[in-house]
T-cell receptor, first 112, second 116 residues
Framework: EDKVVQSPLSLVVHEGDTVTLNCSYE??????LLWYKQEKKAPTFLFML????IEKKSGRLSSILDKKELFSILNITATQTGDSAVYLC????????????FGTGTRLKVLA | GAVVSQHPSWVICKSGTSVKIECRSL??????MFWYRQFPKQSLMLMAT?????????EQGVEKDKFLINHASLTLSTLTVTSAHPEDSSFYIC????????????FGPGTRLTVL
């Protein structure tokens, strides 16, 4: 059975802190992994990772994938209150039909 | 670009009635649309995958006769919750995969369904 586990479940930090969010997965016929940020409504896309060891960066956010150890991390440096959200990782499985399997998410709250 | 809309944003209905939710890709052709359900403080659970012009593929445990999905065109998919019950109250989100996009899916804003 496909499984995606994110940790921690919830995190409270102060502005300026750096956080690391973890995503471990076991999915059949893994193809890629996506990270999303969900505030009040639908998730917004952050990163797509397909190759191991290649860091993707976007401003203060960065992410990397390890296909051998089956995990990915999302780093946020110099956190701001606007980073408060639920962060979801979603590995893509192509077993049967093409689909994304979402993790439980990490709820991040950044205090001013 | 790559905007997905959903209608309605919020619906309240009586138990036993049916509710239709529309998902539209506004500026691209979506060969595949996904329907998710999200309960409070939980993650997105994939309900079904729909490809234009063919029957939807439902995930295990999702009743296809209760959650009717129609993907009649490259820009529109509909989810009909038939004979809705209070336990169907949830946040329903669709996403669309762009024809030329390899992996990325674009999410609609979601529809909050409350069944009384």
């Amino acid at each position: 059975e496909d499984k995606v586990v994110q940790s921690p479940l919830s995190l409270v930090v102060h502005e300026g802190d750096t956080v690391t969010l973890n995503c471990s997965y076991e999915v059949t016929n893994f193809r890629s992994l996506l990270w999303y940020k969900q505030e009040k409504k639908a998730p917004t896309f952050l990163f797509m990772l397909t190759s191991s060891g290649i860091e993707k960066k976007s401003g203060r956010l960065s992410s990397i994938l390890d296909k051998k150890e089956l995990f990915s991390i999302l780093n946020i440096t110099a956190t701001q209150t606007g980073d408060s959200a639920v962060y979801l990782c979603a590995p893509k499985s192509t077993s049967g039909t093409y689909k994304y399997i979402f993790g439980t998410g990490t709820r991040l709250k950044v205090l001013a | 670009g790559a905007v997905v809309s959903q209608h309605p944003s919020w619906v309240i209905c009586k138990s036993g009635t049916s509710v239709k939710i529309e998902c539209r890709s506004l500026d691209f052709q979506a060969t595949t649309m996904f329907w998710y359900r999200q309960f409070p403080k939980q993650s997105l659970m994939l309900m079904a995958t729909s490809n234009e012009g063919s029957k939807a593929t439902y995930e295990q445990g999702v009743e296809k006769d209760k959650f009717l999905i129609n993907h009649a065109s490259l820009t529109l998919s509909t989810l009909t919750v038939t004979s809705a019950h209070p336990e169907d109250s949830s946040f329903y989100i669709c996403s669309a995969r762009w024809r030329v996009s390899n992996n990325e899916q674009f999410f609609g804003p979601g529809t909050r369904l409350t069944v009384l």
